[in-house]
Nanobody, 117 residues
């Protein structure tokens, strides 16, 4: 089992920045692929960015160059640095931990990000 706790969401003006954090506990964090997903009202949950246990990153085209995912295995934490935020980035952002080979798939409860003037 992995417990995930997101933090860092809030209200920010267009063009602003936020850094989300996701603290993990309960298992060996470094073995997991970590991801950030988001879900806007009335829409499906979609991948924002992910980072493998080896540090390989992947991100959605819509956030390339603006959002950066990183991880600190010593702190059992994954981050999402979000710059140049747009109103369409408004959503609940969820942290995910996955080990596909073992069928492990854990989710946090989410943190709200609102981009509005």
């Amino acid at each position: 089992q992995v417990q995930l706790t997101e933090s860092g969401g809030g209200l920010v003006q267009p063009g602003g920045s936020l850094r989300l954090s996701c603290a993990a506990s309960g298992s060996i964090f470094s073995f997991y692929t970590m991801g950030w997903y988001r879900q806007a009202p009335g829409k499906q949950r979609t991948l924002v960015a992910s980072i493998t246990s080896g540090g390989v990153t992947n991100s959605a085209d819509s956030v390339n160059g603006r959002f950066t995912i990183s991880r600190d295995n010593a702190k059992n934490t994954v981050y999402l640095q979000m710059n140049s935020l747009k109103p369409e980035n408004t959503a609940v952002y969820y942290c995910n931990a996955r080990r596909e080979h073992y069928g492990y798939d854990f989710w946090g409860r989410g943190t709200q990000v609102t981009v509005s003037s």
